[in-house]
């Protein structure tokens, strides 16, 4: 069983000037002169934690994590008040490729979970001449089907008792409308209360749900209130807005991207991003490798999926 690599130091970091006021917290690791390889967190709004550096090979791997806009270490910070207006999946095509040329990269390995999935094939649709492999984990199509799965019932199937904590901040004649919608107007309360505690019910709903077993200090992570309120602001103003994509979009465009060699990892009881989305993308792609994990659900620290992901880059890391 594969593992995650012994924690490292980032060797060089800085903030990245990407306009309209927006600076992007980037760092690299690894080894200077390896293969590039560019993380992308989750959410959108989630941030990059120490650990995202150790599913590559510091030894083969120049490693680079980045803060998407708005969250994390990059600037001005969602939580303090800061405009979404300029935060969209253009803006981020546009920071990567800011980024890209900032640190002197031809071509990158593109590594994304989750909301990063998403992000990393809209990228790769928009610059596949940049992308030398796809490993990607829990699969987010950004349809409308799998909001409304995850956001307005259907998963409170499965977790009845979280979902009564996510509806709780919800005026109870409203607990049948588009769940979206309503927590975006709670999200910008001016009562600043309202606000805090919805962000909060928002973020651990996404907290408790997304490993096979419990993980208490995720779910305290996620109810931490500045971090809540930049997860759920920048998530539901991604969500209200369709992701910034045409219905369909990444499935109806994979075409595109069909020649470059991917890896799909995917928990089987993965409650937030369902199978049947990783299915449907490795079925319109064949070339693509697809591993179910039957004991795993979202997190991409659970065991089954850690080791797919290592096994993933650990297979690209001599691939030019």
Same mark, same amino acid.
């Given at each position: 069983m594969r593992t995650l690599y012994p924690p490292i130091r980032p060797y060089d970091t800085g903030m990245l000037d990407v306009g309209a006021g927006q600076s992007v917290y980037w760092e690299v690791?690894?080894?200077p002169d390896g293969k590039p390889a560019v993380f992308l967190h989750g959410g959108p709004g989630g941030g990059t934690a120490p650990?995202?550096?150790?599913?590559?090979?510091?030894?083969?791997?120049? #490693?680079? $994590?980045?803060?998407?806009?708005?969250?994390?270490?990059?600037t001005p910070h969602i *939580? /303090?008040? *800061?405009? &979404?207006?300029?935060?969209?999946?253009?803006? &981020?095509?546009?920071?990567?490729?800011?980024?890209?040329? @900032?640190?002197?990269?031809?071509?990158?390995?593109?590594?994304g979970g989750s909301w990063?999935?998403?992000?990393?094939?809209?990228?790769?649709?928009? @610059?596949?001449?940049?992308?030398?492999? $796809?490993? &990607?984990?829990?699969?987010?199509? &950004?349809?409308?089907k799998e909001i409304d799965w995850y956001y307005n019932g259907a998963a409170g199937?499965?977790?009845? /008792?979280?979902?009564?904590?996510?509806?709780a901040p919800v005026p109870e004649a409203e607990r049948d409308s588009d769940l979206v919608r309503v927590y975006h107007r709670l999200l910008h309360s001016p009562d600043?209360?309202?606000a805090r505690d919805a962000a909060v019910a928002w973020s651990t709903w996404e907290g408790a749900t997304s490993s096979l077993l419990p993980q208490?200090?995720?779910?305290?992570?996620?109810?931490?209130?500045?971090?809540? $309120?930049?997860?759920?602001?920048?998530?539901?103003?991604?969500?209200?807005?369709?992701?910034?994509l045409d219905e369909g979009q990444l499935l109806r465009d994979i075409g595109t991207i069909? @020649?470059?060699?991917?890896? #799909?990892?995917?928990?089987?009881?993965?409650?937030?991003?369902?199978?049947?989305?990783?299915?449907?993308?490795?079925?319109?792609w064949p070339g693509s490798v697809l591993h179910i994990v039957d004991d795993a659900g979202h997190a991409a620290n659970e065991p089954g999926i850690t080791h797919h992901l290592v096994e993933a880059t650990d297979g690209f890391a001599k691939v030019s």
């Open positions: 690791s690894g080894n650990f995202h550096r150790q599913f590559f090979d510091p030894a083969v791997y120049r #490693i680079v $994590l980045f803060d998407q806009r708005g969250c994390g270490q990059s *939580a /303090d008040g *800061a405009s &979404l207006e300029t935060n969209t999946t253009q803006h &981020l095509i546009s920071d990567m490729e800011a980024l890209r040329e @900032h640190l002197g990269i031809e071509r990158w390995q593109v590594f990063g999935s998403t992000l990393a094939l809209a990228y790769t649709q928009r @610059h596949p001449d940049r992308v030398t492999e $796809l490993v &990607l984990r829990g699969i987010f199509l &950004l349809r409308r199937y499965v977790y009845p /008792d979280q979902w009564e904590k996510f509806l600043e209360q309202v208490p200090d995720r779910v305290e992570e996620t109810a931490e209130p500045r971090f809540a $309120l930049a997860f759920a602001r920048i998530e539901n103003h991604y969500f209200v807005n369709a992701g910034f069909a @020649h470059i060699p991917a890896v #799909i990892v995917q928990g089987r009881h993965d409650i937030v991003c369902p199978a049947t989305s990783a299915w449907e993308l490795h079925r319109a």
